[in-house]
Nanobody, 127 residues
Framework: QVQLVESGGGLVQAGGSLRLSCAAS????????MGWFRQAPGKEREFVTA????????RYADSVKGRFTISRDNAKNTMYLQMNSLKPEDTAIYYC????????????????????WGQGTQVTVSS
């Protein structure tokens, strides 16, 4: 069982930055690929970014490429999402997710491959 807790959300003006964290319980963090998804009001949950177990491979949605950076610290059981140049359309609840079945270099972009989810943290970007 993996428990995930997101933090770092908040209200920021357009053009600003936020850094989200996802803390994972247990001793299996280094064996899980991790991802961030988001869900805006009235919209379906969408993929944002993912990182492989070993941190070598990353994947980004086109909408966030060049603005968001995913990283992980396996020693701290924590994943991060640095969000820069935020736009009002980035407003959403952001969820972190863990994929226990991934091989070392895999970073999935489909919600269906992820086994565990956090409760989410709200990010609001004002114009």
């Amino acid at each position: 069982q993996v428990q995930l807790v997101e933090s770092g959300g908040g209200l920021v003006q357009a053009g600003g930055s936020l850094r989200l964290s996802c803390a994972a319980s247990g001793r299996t963090f280094s064996s899980t690929a991790m991802g961030w998804f988001r869900q805006a009001p009235g919209k379906e949950r969408e993929f944002v970014t993912a990182i492989s177990r070993n941190g070598v491979n990353t994947r980004y949605a086109d909408s966030v490429k060049g603005r968001f950076t995913i990283s992980r610290d396996n020693a701290k059981n924590t994943m991060y999402l640095q969000m820069n140049s935020l736009k009002p359309e980035d407003t959403a609840i952001y969820y972190c997710a863990a994929d226990r079945g991934a091989d070392s270099y895999y970073a999935g972009d489909s919600a269906s491959v992820y086994d565990y989810w956090g409760q989410g943290t709200q990010v609001t970007v004002s114009s």
